[in-house]
């Protein structure tokens, strides 16, 4: 009887010796084969060894546990995330042999990143890299390496998707991030590209949006991404009194925003300079009016659009044809009319202020 109690302790010794060396290894599989060898008589024989390898067992469950919260967060909870490193902390804070099975659930959490999702991996990486030290600090800390080290690629990443779903701010601010929290990074050239990129989208909707609510020539905006204004070139976005400047050259005009070198504001019109007062007799009456021919006045105001400045502030006046032999008109004949102009006209009277 004395020999079977010495056999049973001898084998458990070399029970407890396997499940020493598969903690030493990570490897909470071989923890929990290893205590399974563990029967009735061993318990009797050797209590407190079969009592410390189901402590390493159950240990080793906790941590099971700790890595599905992990991997929770890999999919965007959050909560998980939190709730998993905490429990990996309260293992390393029992006993220092836990050190490298946490650490291989650790590092089998840390393996699942980058997600697909480069969005996601900023969330993630962001809140390690904000993670507060506490227990297990040695081991844990490996995490916020690993996220400055994806970080950069993440936020590119998470940039260049919010640019396809035309999320233009928060794109802009993933960029300006990877720039400023990680200069001299392999990404920083193409992150500054598409910054530009950016903000020109950023420009372009609030450009089109003061346009589109008619508000533009009240809170001129400026979209740097616009042609140049040159002499003699570039297309004009006319805003306003829309009857004259809609017989200009279709090579003066566009409606789209993107394609504007100038933003031109056309105010109501108004009577001009006279140019030549004819009479008239009512064909009712019989009574003689002598009326008076006026130039078209247009007040405009033109913005190059690239700055979002105002280049040009007057009054155009339109000229035309004067005195037709008749002309209809409802009632009395008035004093005052505009005169009649042709394409040639308007675009005489526009050339100057547009550099044509």
Not at 144 to 161: F, V
Not at 225 to 249: I, M, N, Q, V
Request: hydrophobic residues 35%; contains cysteine; aromatic residues 6%.
């Amino acid at each position: 009887m004395v020999l079977g109690v010495a056999l049973l302790r001898f084998d458990a010794h070399g029970i407890e010796d396997a499940i020493a060396r598969a903690r030493a290894d990570g490897d909470c599989g071989a923890v929990t084969e290893a205590q399974e060898r563990v029967g009735a008589g061993h318990r009797i024989a050797a209590a407190p060894i079969a009592a410390r390898g189901d402590t390493a067992v159950d240990t080793c469950e906790r941590l099971e546990t700790a890595e599905a919260r992990l991997t929770a967060g890999l999919e965007g909870d959050q909560d998980g995330l939190a709730s998993g490193f905490r429990l990996l902390a309260s293992v390393l804070e029992e006993d220092s042999r836990n050190d490298a099975t946490a650490g291989a659930s650790l590092d089998r959490f840390l393996d699942g990143l980058p997600t697909d999702d480069a969005c996601e991996t900023v969330r993630i990486t962001d809140w390690l890299g904000d993670r507060e030290p506490g227990p297990g600090r040695q081991v844990l800390d490996r995490s916020s390496e690993t996220a400055d080290r994806l970080a950069p690629a993440a936020l590119m990443g998470c940039g260049d998707a919010l640019m396809g779903t035309r999320e233009w701010a928060q794109a802009e601010s993933r960029y300006q991030r990877l720039l400023d929290e990680y200069p001299g990074d392999s990404h920083e050239d193409r992150a500054r590209k598409a910054l530009r990129k950016a903000v020109l989208a950023l420009q372009l909707d609030e450009v089109r949006e003061l346009v589109r609510g008619n508000r533009y020539c009240e809170a001129p905006a400026k979209y740097e991404g616009a042609p140049a204004r040159r002499a003699g070139s570039g297309r004009a976005l006319f805003l306003g009194d829309g009857e004259h400047p809609g017989k200009l050259p279709g090579a003066w005009r566009t409606t789209d925003e993107a394609k504007a070198a100038l933003v031109v504001c056309v105010g109501p019109q108004d009577f001009g300079s006279a140019v030549r007062t004819c009479p008239y007799r009512s064909e009712t009456s019989g009574r003689i009016t002598d009326v008076t021919f006026h130039r078209i006045s247009l007040p405009v105001k033109v913005y190059a659009l690239c700055t979002g400045k105002r280049v040009a502030d007057r009054t155009v006046q339109i000229g035309g044809s004067t005195c037709p032999s008749l002309f209809f008109t409802y009632g009395v004949i008035p004093s005052d009319k505009y005169v009649t102009p042709s394409k040639s006209d308007i675009r005489d009277a526009f050339s100057s202020v547009l550099g044509r």
